[in-house]
Each structure stands twice: as structure tokens, then as C-alpha cells.
């Protein structure tokens, strides 16, 4: 198990003289504030959702009711409406966000700014093919910045983003997506993983094929040499240039980001068992447990991540 260093980062020596000054108590260690945080839950996590500064049109009423008990799954920040990406995105300047390298390709940057504009191209393509709160999108792809934006585009809609492992086969993927109907799937044709290729496209032809539910499969090209009859036997396929050029007006230009506000408990992500006791079982995580997991985990290192 963790265990506190002593070390204090700038946030949290911050937050700690906070608690101290507003509620009168007396906390010296981490260990102090531990358990200051248990003994006034309510309170730690609404000092929390202030001190992080969380964008949202609507701030909740109630934190946690705490006679609900924890069977009964009680509802956290009830009334709140917010978007977990747009917290993601609220940077928008030149600082480097994204550092992107592997085994065949170059180390390249993305910054802020150029991140959000990615994902604006993707919310717009994903938008005009009518991707709508609640639908699923999928990622089967190997580890690059493409996921990223078509995640955050998808949960900036208010569509839930699930993904599966490039390495596991199609079987194992169908095994997992038919539990919970992607309506588009973004992948790739090849990738290199530890000096070994991996192919992807004969993958993609069986999900495409088993999983009736999928309106569109984007393939990053990734073989630059590869012609683009490759993937015409891949139902609904195009490569990703293609579907960006939907999100494109005819004179140009982008439309803009539109976060839709959504419950605290909206579902953002849903990741999978193992399945090794059965097939695999989904978990859905609304934007509590991904974002709100990490500043406690790392006790306000950084205020303002979300990732």
C-alpha cells in the first residue's frame, strides 16, 4: 500500500491551509488530512470539487446522501450537469499536452491548442454521422494520439468511449463489444509491437462482419504504401482522413465544440473483467471515478489534471 513520503506538493500544503483556516482543524501530516477526509467526507469532497475548480453550467445539490448505503450505489454531486472532456480541454494554449513516439515512428509533440482542435474536427465528423448522448464508440487500436481525440470528441457529445486491446483477437474483441453495441469503431491497419507486426485489417473484417451494430469503421492508415481498395471488403470502412473531411463545412471551417452538459453519474467510459472466470462482464465508470480517482489519489499534485 501507499505510503506518504512527508513530502508536500505546492496544492496540497495550499488545500491543507484551506481545511485548517475554514474549518479549524488541526492538520499537520498527510495522515492528518487522511483522516480529516474520512471523518468529514461531505465536506472534503465539496472542498474538493471548489479547490480543483471544475467547469460545470450546474453545481450539484448534494454530495453524497449518507444514508444510503453503499449497496444501494448512492448517487455522488446529485444535480450537478457538467462534461468531463471540455474539463479535460479547458487548456487551450501552446504548452505541450501530448508527446507521441513508438518503435517506427519519430517523437512528435501536440500542444493544447492543437489538441482541442483535433478534437473539435472529430466531434464535428462524429456529430454529422449522428452520434448522440449515450451511444457507444470503440477503440481497437494500438497506443497513438488518434484514440485520444476520437475519445474525447465521442464523451464531449455525451457518447461513451470502450476500447480493446490491439493485440487480443477478434473473437476475444466480439466477446466484449456485443455486450454493449458500439455504433462506430476506430482501428488500424498494422502497427509494430516489440519488433513483431501486427495486422490488423483481417481483425477488423470479422468484428465488422459479427458486430451488426457498427454504422461506420475508421481505420488509421498506418502502411502509407497500402492502396485504398485494402479495406473495401471491411463493411462501412473508411480511413480516418475520409471521415474527418465530413466534419468539414463547405466553406472550410470546423463547427464549434459543443460540450453537452450531462449528470455527474453519466456514464464516459466502460472498461471490462478479465473474463477469465466467464465471459467478460463491462464496468462503467462515469467521470467520478476516472478523474476524481486521480486528484486523490495523487492529493492535489495538479489541481487542474484530469487525465
Known sequence: MWQSDGQESVNQKRFKKHIQ???????????????????????????????????????????????????????????????????????????????????????????????????????????????????????????????????????????????????????????????????????????????????MLPKVKKIAEDLSCLEKVIIVKNNKQCEDDVIKDIRNSCYLDEFLKIGIEKDGSVPPLVFEQLSFSHPVFINYTSGTTGLPKPVVHGCGVSSFFHINKHLLTSAKVFI
Open 21 to 199: 483556516e475554514k474549518y479549524g482543524a488541526k492538520i499537520d501530516t498527510y495522515w492528518d488530512l487522511h483522516k480529516w477526509s474520512v471523518d468529514h467526507l461531505v465536506e472534503f469532497w465539496a472542498e474538493i470539487w471548489d479547490f480543483a475548480e471544475i467547469i460545470c453550467s450546474q453545481k450539484f445539490k448534494k454530495v453524497i446522501d449518507l444514508d444510503v448505503p453503499m449497496s444501494d450505489m448512492p448517487l455522488w454531486f446529485e444535480g450537478a450537469k457538467l462534461n468531463y472532456a471540455e474539463n479535460v480541454l479547458r487548456n487551450r494554449d501552446d504548452r505541450v499536452a501530448l508527446i507521441m513516439t513508438g518503435e517506427e515512428r519519430e517523437k512528435v509533440t501536440a500542444t493544447y491548442n492543437e489538441v482541442y482542435e483535433k478534437v473539435r474536427l472529430y466531434a464535428a465528423a462524429f456529430r454529422k454521422l449522428g452520434v448522440k448522448v449515450g451511444d457507444v464508440i470503440a477503440g481497437y487500436i494500438s497506443n497513438r494520439e488518434e484514440p485520444i481525440y476520437a475519445m474525447l470528441a465521442a464523451v464531449s457529445i455525451g457518447a461513451v468511449w470502450t476500447g480493446a486491446l490491439p493485440l487480443i483477437g477478434p473473437e476475444a474483441v466480439l466477446n466484449r463489444f456485443r455486450l454493449v453495441k458500439p455504433k462506430m469503431l476506430i482501428t488500424i491497419d498494422r502497427f509494430r509491437n516489440n519488433n513483431v507486426e501486427v495486422q
